[in-house]
């Protein structure tokens, strides 16, 4: 069906919206200047309640639809939050924050849900209650996870709860998603390594980490390739390895290790940093020194409610027409979102962005002519899970 007369109306407003909080990125929970903005427009449309503060600088705001039966709350989501990186877009409406951009979409998610939230705080059509949920510090601050212990499902009573993300290389209006894991779990290591420095000349009155920290690196890559079931996808990467001298002929004392883990299994997460352990002790008493592993727990596995993503396909589909949604290929990304997925059933679904630069790129710009399609999927949610009687 074609995008609703009222939603392609607001097509030029919401741009706009999306364009200053463009201009105007912040960091992490940094998001004074967009909560503020987001929290006074929720206010103009006529929201039945907005509050501020919930998980440091997330807003979130309740509409009440025309009737309430069954007593159930659906919670759409988007994230705030920008990069710490340098736009290079050469756009009218770029960065004037210098080291940040909108470089993932957010600005783009925000516009579309505060598109959203006008449209239903209009027309109400629907039996039940709208919770819309504007997050801070997605990118790598855990905002999801805040807001959920400051009491963000209990305290609006959510049922379920969806979110959108825009996709650069999938077709204009194309949506796309998969029931099950979507994206990684997002966890963090680092490995210190303490030995005996000395001179290059003489090995023998060394300890040397540099030779601990190589065989450390190779047995590293074995937790996967030797102790996860083949079929079930991770993947372990050594990021960074340093020692402590920068000298030719210095045999240095310590060296540092840092990676990243990733898989699409819970069981899988929970294996590897037992096994990270095992091999780090055992490589450094092999040569005489010791290891310190510290080990961080960041983003769950994203895993779609199968029903949940079936409601998402549905939507999406009389949104764009029969079709336009496809299955989402797997990928090794992560997304805090899982946090909510943990506390609640719900999906995410993919929206094409067109063709343009990649996520996290500093070319990276959100295409506008994207939002309509993503306010009426958001709505249709609302009208689709909660018709009027």
Known sequence: MPVKNRIANLHEEVAGWRRDIHENPEILYETHRTSALVAEKLKSFGCDEVVSGIGRTGV????????????????????????????????AHASKIDGAMHAC???????????????????????????????PAEEGGNGAEAMCKDGLMERFGINEVYAIHNAPG??????????????????EFTLTLQGRGGHAAKPQETVDTTVMMSHIICALQTVMSRNVDPVLQGVLSVTSAETSSKAFNVIPDRAEVRGTVRTHSPEVRALIPERL???????????GGTADLSFHLGVPVTINDDAA????RLAAETV????????????????????????????????????????????????????????????EMIEQRMPVA
């Not at 009737?67 to 919670?75: E, L, Q, Y």
């Not at 957010?106 to 504007?134: S, W």
């Open 60 to 91: 979130v705001a309740v509409i009440r639809g025309r009737s309430d039966t069954v007593g159930r709350a659906i919670g759409l989501r988007a994230d705030m939050d920008a990069l710490p990186m340098q736009e290079q877009t050469g756009l």
């Open 105 to 135: 979409g957010h600005d783009g998610h925000t516009a579309m849900l505060l598109g959203a939230a006008k449209y239903l705080a209009e027309t109400r059509n629907f039996d039940g209650t709208a919770v819309v949920i504007f997050q």
């Open 170 to 187: 999938l077709e204009l209006g194309k949506f796309a998603i998969r029931p099950g894991p979507i994206l990684a779990s997002v966890d």
């Open 277 to 287: 352990q095992a091999i780090v002790d055992g490589i450094a008493q092999t040569f």
């Open 309 to 312: 993503a079936d409601f998402a």
């Open 320 to 379: 764009s027409g029969a079709g336009s949604c496809e299955e989402v290929p797997l990928a090794m990304g992560g997304e805090d979102f899982s946090f909510m997925l943990q506390e609640r059933p719900g999906a995410m679904i993919r929206l094409g962005n067109g063709p343009s630069a990649g996520l996290h790129h500093p070319e990276y710009d959100f295409n506008d002519e994207a939002i309509p399609t993503g306010i009426s999927w958001f709505a």
